[in-house]
């Protein structure tokens, strides 16, 4: 926070003349403290307090000089910041903190990470379910592989007792096939449905 000015030429220019004009009234305080600034080269600060002097000293005498146009030229003398120095608890504290986010940062980035991983196309879990849901396909397509070729065999081999010449033992063998075909699809695509959780 500014406590004085930085005087400028007009402001000792000013004083001077008016030290020289004022023998005996000026008070003895306030004229050291102004031969003190005037005397000194460089820059020269003027103390918020002798400006408050100085001014009502001006008034009082009734002294055509005002303040504000003796400091003209000066500015405010703002002292340098000097930055406190910080609490080692409190640092303690906020790289204890720091060091706790960035651990949980560290955690959400890797929760999707698993050690058990084979490729970036699953777990060995995974890879175990998609082998057996593989290998129950294979089964239920073989069995209904079967199923058709055995009915077609039972068919054309029990309809010689019914039928003599070839055609139309064939024939009653591909509609036994047909329908025991269908049926068998029938059940598939229901346990297929029932597997895939449709109802």
């Given amino acids: 926070m500014a406590s004085a000015f930085v005087v400028g030429d007009h402001f000792k220019m ?3 003349e008016l030290l020289e ?3 005996s009234s000026l008070p003895e ?7 003190i600034i005037v005397e000194k080269t460089g820059q020269t600060t003027l103390p918020f307090s002798t400006a408050r002097q100085l001014n009502v000293y ?3 005498q ?3 000089l005002y303040l504000h146009e003796l400091l003209e030229d000066s500015s ?9 120095p910080r609490n080692p608890e409190l ?13 949980e940062e560290y955690n959400k980035m890797t929760r999707n990470v698993n050690n058990q991983e084979m490729n970036r196309n699953g777990t060995l879990a995974d890879f175990g379910r998609e082998v057996r849901s593989a290998k129950a396909v294979v089964v239920t397509v073989f069995n209904f592989l079967v199923t058709v070729v055995a009915t077609f065999a039972c068919s054309y ?5 019914l039928f003599t010449e070839t055609t139309p033992r064939v024939v009653s063998a591909v509609i036994a096939t047909s329908v025991v075909g269908l049926a068998e699809l029938f059940v598939l695509v229901r346990t297929m449905e029932g597997e895939l959780g449709e109802p």
């Fill in 14 to 16: 000013g004083v001077t």
């Fill in 58 to 60: 001006l008034k009082d």
């Fill in 76 to 84: 405010l003398h703002l002292p340098g910041f000097v930055k406190p």
């Fill in 62 to 64: 009734g002294y055509p």
């Fill in 157 to 161: 081999m029990g309809s010689q007792y």
């Fill in 29 to 35: 305080g306030l004229r050291q403290k102004l031969n």
């Fill in 21 to 23: 004009k004022t023998d």
């Fill in 91 to 103: 640092v303690a504290r906020l790289e204890l903190i720091k060091a706790r986010l960035a651990n």
